[in-house]
């Protein structure tokens, strides 16, 4: 049975993997944008040039690419045989989005955006999605704990109605211990499950 340790372990676990994910997202970025040079010696990239459908599908190409490449084994093994289903199933199951996601940001985005723009839109896009699918794992963990033991692992005796424990008072405990070590009596008096 899980316990607040495998929850605050699930969601540190979520952490490490969204910044993993954002890294790889802005390489990915970094080497899409390299695609729209007229030129590779070019010092500044030009988005402008994703107004032309040749450099946009090269720079959505280039950009799938470089975040399903280390996962392309795996991808390859998945039942099916159709690569751009699987890649697309895979992408959608890892990161959040999929091949059609990231076409709609870059059909939308053309050359109206500076880098750094794209840069904070795509990866907060992305980041934002990911971690979402990241902490729904935790979340998972954290529903799975009986009210009752939840409450004696946070240090919380004496409740007359565990079962009227919700999830956001579950995250508003468990932020207080993982932050104190203790959950004191201030956050949970008048509470309906005391």
Not at 14 to 35: D, G, H, L, Q, Y
Not at 92 to 101: H, K, L, R, V
Not at 119 to 134: D, F, I, K, N, Q
């Amino acid at each position: 049975m899980p316990s607040v340790t495998d929850y605050l372990n699930a969601q540190k676990t979520a952490i490490r993997s969204a910044e993993t994910a954002k890294t790889k997202f802005m390489a990915a970025i970094v080497a899409a944008a390299e695609t729209t040079k007229a030129n590779p010696t070019d010092f500044d990239y030009q988005l402008d040039r994703l107004d032309d459908p040749a450099v946009r599908t090269r720079f959505h190409q280039t950009f799938i690419n470089s975040v399903t490449n280390p996962y392309q084994a795996g991808i390859t093994a998945m039942p099916g045989g159709d690569p751009h289903i699987n890649r697309n199933l895979f992408m959608s199951g890892w990161f959040g989005f999929n091949e059609f996601d990231i076409t709609k940001m870059v059909d939308k985005a053309k050359g109206r955006l500076s880098v750094d723009k794209f840069y904070e839109g795509l990866v907060e896009t992305l980041s934002e999605r990911t971690s979402r699918a990241r902490f729904a794992h935790a979340n998972s963990v954290m529903e799975q704990i009986p009210s009752a033991d939840f409450l004696t692992q946070v240090g919380i005796t004496g409740a007359r109605n565990p079962n009227a424990l919700t999830l956001d008072d579950r995250m508003e405990l468990v932020r207080e211990f993982e932050h104190s070590g203790a959950v004191g009596p201030k956050l949970y008096t008048g509470k309906p499950y005391m």
